[in-house]
């Protein structure tokens, strides 16, 4: 019986790696547009500067490239916060309803009355 509980904890540590992977890629990913739009706005600001027509006019395309990295980077937020958000349910239902054994009974938490 307490195999069962102790391979349930496994399962579940084994979840939370995959669920900080998750994260971890996902952090990566929005800090290499956050990098991205680094150099674009860099690049931007010397077009402007320059006040040369074909950068300017070069500025148009890369403003658009900049508001897509903007909207990926929103969209990643949001996805991860979406992810945290239901990995937080989770757990607290574990917490709040016993834990589950890997023959997928509950195993209900009992508590003192004092």
Excluded: C, W
């Excluded at 579940?12 to 800090?31: A, E, I, P, T, Y």
């Excluded at 349910?89 to 589950?100: F, V």
């Amino acid at each position: 019986m307490e195999g069962d509980v102790l391979s349930g904890f496994g399962d579940r540590h084994n979840m939370d790696g995959k669920l900080l992977q998750s994260f971890q890629k996902s952090f990566v990913d929005v800090q290499d547009i956050l990098d991205q739009n680094r150099l674009l706005i860099n690049e931007i600001n010397q077009n402007h500067e320059s006040k040369q027509p074909d950068n300017l006019g070069r500025n148009v395309g890369l403003i658009k490239e900049l508001n897509n990295n903007i909207r990926r980077v929103a969209s990643l937020y949001g996805d991860l916060s979406h992810s945290f958000a239901r990995s937080v349910d989770a757990s607290s239902e574990g917490e709040s309803s016993g834990t589950l054994k890997s023959d997928g009974k509950a195993n209900q938490k009992r508590f003192r009355s004092g």
